[in-house]
């Protein structure tokens, strides 16, 4: 059983939380865009959780799958990039991120716990509870019981804390 994040699975996370970042950043992008930075930064949470599942599995691919194929960076003559297929799975699903953060054992939601708190001065919980369903209620938010209101600066707090927490793992 895994005793540390996926750093795979966070680098992936990462994407997320630079986009978000880069427009929340962005005055123009920020007032144009705000359900796309919610959802990228609840993503981004939703994904570090996942990382921090302890019976993560590696999924071997199968010889007709191209997941071992090698990232193309440099695109010639417009061609598409192919990215490679994710490996490595967890066994939690859903984005709730309350559900998400129940679902780790507890040794594993302490030590995340202790590890946002330390980078933030927050505790993670009441937070994850506000924004427990960003991610699905930013992107439908014309759905019946999706429109509410997002307090970005708290799901961003949740994103900063586990991206700069997490890395800690082993230090504390």
């Known amino acids: 059983m895994r005793k540390e994040p996926s750093g795979h699975i966070y680098m992936h996370a990462q994407q997320f ?7 929340f950043k962005d005055d123009y992008l920020l ?4 359900y796309a930075v919610t959802a990228n930064y609840a993503f981004c949470v939703e994904i570090l959780l996942k990382a921090c599942d302890p019976k ?18 440099e695109p010639a003559d417009d061609e598409a ?21 129940e679902k780790l054992d507890q040794e594993t939601a302490t030590k995340v716990s202790q590890l946002f708190e330390e980078q933030t ?5 009441p937070l994850l509870e506000e924004c427990r369903r960003y991610f699905i209620q ?6 019946k ?18 991206m700069g927490g997490l890395p800690n793992w082993n230090k504390s």
Do not use: M, W
């Not at 599995?57 to 090698?70: G, N, Q, V, W």
């Not at 490595?88 to 998400?100: A, E, F, Q, R, T």
């Not at 930013?138 to 759905?143: I, L």
């Open 17 to 23: 939380f630079r986009l978000a970042e880069h427009a």
């Open 138 to 143: 930013a992107r439908y938010p014309y759905d």
């Open 121 to 125: 001065g927050e505790q993670i919980l």
């Open 145 to 162: 019981g999706n429109r509410i209101g997002f307090d970005i600066a708290k799901v961003r707090l949740l994103a900063t804390g586990l």
């Open 81 to 101: 990039r192919l990215v490679r297929a994710a490996i490595y799975c967890s066994n939690i699903s859903g984005h709730d991120l309350v559900k998400i953060f």
């Open 56 to 73: 993560l599995e590696y999924l071997s691919p199968s010889p007709e799958d191209d997941t071992e194929a090698d990232l193309r960076h």
């Open 31 to 34: 007032s144009t865009a705000p």
